[in-house]
């Protein structure tokens, strides 16, 4: 049973781009949520979705972040006009139908690390 | 403001002794809080949870203790080994009001030491 797929692994962009960080959660989970960890800090919840829903989007900046979980395919965070301080790992977690899985247990992904030069 | 803060960043103890993780919290709304291990270059993962209505979970060589009244939280680990050597993140949730979301402190580094 596979985990929590996360790619691309690494991502460089130039300022003034779009970054499109996916996600496939775990086989049978049907939530997922979206972390962001910046240098020497804990991670900080962004997004969270279930399919074709944004269940809590509280930590997700106001503007050029965008989240979705289609029907079909993976969870996709999209970043647009990227700047140099969104230079972070991003971290999905899935967890199962239901509370969360046993005890709110979030089972994260490798994370993808954007670099904004 | 941190609303779940890991004082110490580093922590240093020697193989088979016992390695104290402590964690605080300011929110008295969480209920559910988790301890998450991470390596280098990877996720974090899962080790021991603990709900607001206990005081102690064991698994293992892993076990939380929760002091309510204070806020604090305690990881121990014993005996620690050279594998343990990550960083280890304290995360809170208020499951009661519905919220999933996990709130993480900064994490400090274990090493032990063969």
């Known amino acids: 049973n596979a985990g929590v797929m996360q790619n691309p692994r690494h991502l460089v962009r130039r300022r003034g781009q779009e970054a499109r960080l996916r996600c496939s959660p775990m086989?049978?989970?049907?939530?997922v949520y979206w972390y962001r960890q910046l240098p020497e800090e804990g991670l900080k919840f962004m997004v969270y979705l279930q399919k074709e829903n944004i269940i809590d989007e509280s930590g997700m900046p106001k503007e050029r972040f965008s989240a979705e979980f289609p029907k079909e395919g993976p969870s996709i965070l999209r970043i647009q006009q990227v700047v140099r301080g969104d230079s972070a790992a991003y971290f999905c977690?899935?967890?199962?139908?239901?509370?969360?899985?046993?005890?709110?247990?979030?089972?994260f992904g490798p994370g993808t690390r954007l670099t904004v030069l | 403001d941190q609303q779940v803060k890991q004082n110490s960043p580093s922590l240093s103890v020697q193989e088979g002794r016992i390695s104290i993780l402590n964690c605080d919290y300011t929110n008295s709304m969480f209920d559910y809080f988790l301890w998450y291990k991470k390596y280098p270059a990877e996720g974090p993962t899962f080790l021991i949870s603990i709900s607001s209505i206990k005081d102690k979970n064991e698994d293992g060589r892993f076990t939380v203790f929760l002091n309510k009244s204070a806020k604090h939280l305690s990881l121990h680990i014993v005996p620690s080994q050279p594998g343990d050597s990550a960083v280890y993140f304290c995360a809170a949730s208020r499951l009661g009001a519905g919220s999933y979301q996990l709130t993480f402190g900064k994490g400090t580094k274990l090493s032990v030491i063969p």
């Open positions: 977690a899935s967890s199962p139908p239901g509370l969360a899985g046993k005890d709110n247990e979030q089972f």
């Open positions: 086989k049978g989970h049907s939530h």
